[in-house]
């Protein structure tokens, strides 16, 4: 994942671009990128921020930064923004998505006149170029986003800051938000709509799929309008999306909280002596949970986070994995002679959660009970950065069912999505048995649907039922 912020002023806009795009640290980790305009052209830094917050690593530039209109992204992939000089004029561009056929492309850009790209390390062309050599193949940035968009496999959202204003666009299927805030004499735009309030912005609206915007410090309009088609990637709610922000009109921790509700009435009369997240996401599930069930909501271990605030930081896995079980602190009180059950927002390759389980037992926990906040994830994302996994069978519920049956097709695969199937039964067993966990269950699909409020044909499930709900329009 990635998130985006982009601010128009009639004033200096620096502060605003920086702490706007800091508020997005949650979803990245690679690298930071800021580029502001004033009258002199383009003020651009990039810096990677694997090791270090993204706001310590701009400091030196935001004290000679000026200008009224800027544009900040936290990346996860590419470095970004970046600048263009084509004949559609001078802009900074950054996005958020995948691109599934660069190749295809690439080759489709080289037959239309377009000559070469900047090779990063490893080979890769950077996703953000492709975009604006797809752009530019138009006669105007509008039209040149429409265009990439309907061509590109997968999903991208853009920023591209102009010497007149800031187009946003938001992907074609509208699987990540993008938000516009306002306050006297500015205007921005975010992926994440909780990004702007402590700098006294007001919501004003979502942009909405595949709707193009065209953004000034005296407002905003559409250039080109939304389609009705919209696949939001849950994820964001479950996991991805910061706790204060609101996507379609739904809270991300509001959510967890009617999700833990959900939980808890699948789980009446279990004998368990206290409730816990996995924090810090599934803290969220666990009051929830408590709530509704009465059951004492306690902290057996305590996320120690000075030094290593996010565990998916290093881009090694073991380092990862080691940095996670490093963070969490046992409080043997909260444990020992225990029946403990705790609500992580998911399961993804079960190293993590294995790894809690046991160091509760050996903090002394009689019992550990799990639930998951959505259900096993059964495919890898394709239209966002959604996880390092390089391959499905990372995912444990996968490796699950090859153990269960060897390789299975697409098809037969889908029987294990069937949670009133045998299949379902015996893969969520064989998940528990793997990790040691006293019981297991994950959230049905449809409760997790029902704790956002919104219909599941506005929503992308793909990571779970492998089917993508959205087909663009010509």
Known sequence: MSGLFGVVSKTDCVSDVFFGTDYHSHLGTKRGGMAILNCEGFNRAIHNIENSPFRTKFDAEIATMKGNSGIGCISDSDPQPL??????GNYAIMGVGRINNVDELVEHTFKNGRTQFLEMS???????????????????????????????????????????????????????????????????????SSSFINLDYEFHREIGPAEVV????????????ALDTMQICTFLWVYYGYPTSIYEGVNVEAMRYKG???????????DIDSVAGIPDSGSAYAIGYSNASNIPFARPFIKYTPTWPRSFMPSNQAQRNRIAHMKLIPVKALIENKKLLLIDDSIVRGTQMGETTEFLYRSGAKEVHVRAACPPLMFGCKFLNFSRSTSEMELIARRVVHELEGDVTRERLLDYTNTDSAEYEAMVEGIRKQLNFTSLKFHKLEDMVASTGLPECKLCTYCWKGKDGCCKAN
């Open 83 to 88: 600048i263009v000089r084509s004949h559609l």
């Open 122 to 192: 490893g080979g890769k062309i950077n996703n953000v170029e492709l975009c604006a050599a797809l752009i530019n193949e138009c006669e105007s940035i509008p039209e040149g986003i429409r265009f990439a968009q309907q061509k590109i496999d997968g999903s991208m959202s853009i920023l591209v800051l102009t010497s007149d204003g800031i187009y946003a666009a938001r992907d074609y299927c509208g699987r990540t938000p993008l938000v516009i805030g306002k306050k006297e004499g500015a205007y921005c735009v975010a992926f994440e």
């Open 214 to 225: 065209f953004i000034t410090a005296e407002g905003e309009q559409t250039v080109l309008p």
């Open 260 to 270: 833990g509700e959900i939980l808890s009435q699948r789980d009446r009369g279990i």
